[in-house]
């Protein structure tokens, strides 16, 4: 079993720029494909960018792509969401998911969560 813990939030303003970071412990990292999601208040959680066991391939979701970019460090048991251009639309809770054999936009595809750090954007 994989233990995720997310880090990186915080407040920044519109146009800014934000790296988020998960570790993993717990697990072999590279067994797993990895997702990012966010979830604001009174919404669902949204899938935001994953990607596959070794990063090759990447998914984004229409309205973050060309804006973050999601990468992983195998050696270093991490993944992480390179968040520029952020709009006051991107505040939400993000969180890392972890899957075996899946990288894609469905929740449910997922086995493991972090608890979630919060990215706030100000207009």
């Known amino acids: 079993q994989v233990q995720l813990v997310e880090s990186g939030g915080g407040l920044v303003q519109a146009g800014g720029s934000l790296r988020l970071s998960c570790a993993a412990s717990g697990g072999t990292f590279s067994s797993y494909d990895m997702g990012w999601f966010r979830q604001a208040p009174g919404k669902e959680r949204e899938f935001v960018a994953a990607?596959?066991?070794?990063?090759?391939?990447?998914y984004y979701s229409y309205s973050v792509k060309g804006r973050f970019t999601i990468s992983r460090d195998n050696a270093k048991n991490t993944v992480y969401l390179q968040m520029n251009s952020l709009e006051p639309e991107d505040t939400a809770v993000y969180f890392c998911?972890?899957?075996?054999?899946?990288?894609?936009?469905?929740?449910?595809?997922?086995?493991?969560w972090g608890q979630g750090t919060q990215v706030t954007v100000s207009s």
């Open positions: 998911a972890a899957s075996l054999g899946y990288y894609g936009e469905y929740v449910d595809k997922y086995n493991y």
């Open positions: 990607t596959n066991w070794n990063g090759v391939h990447t």
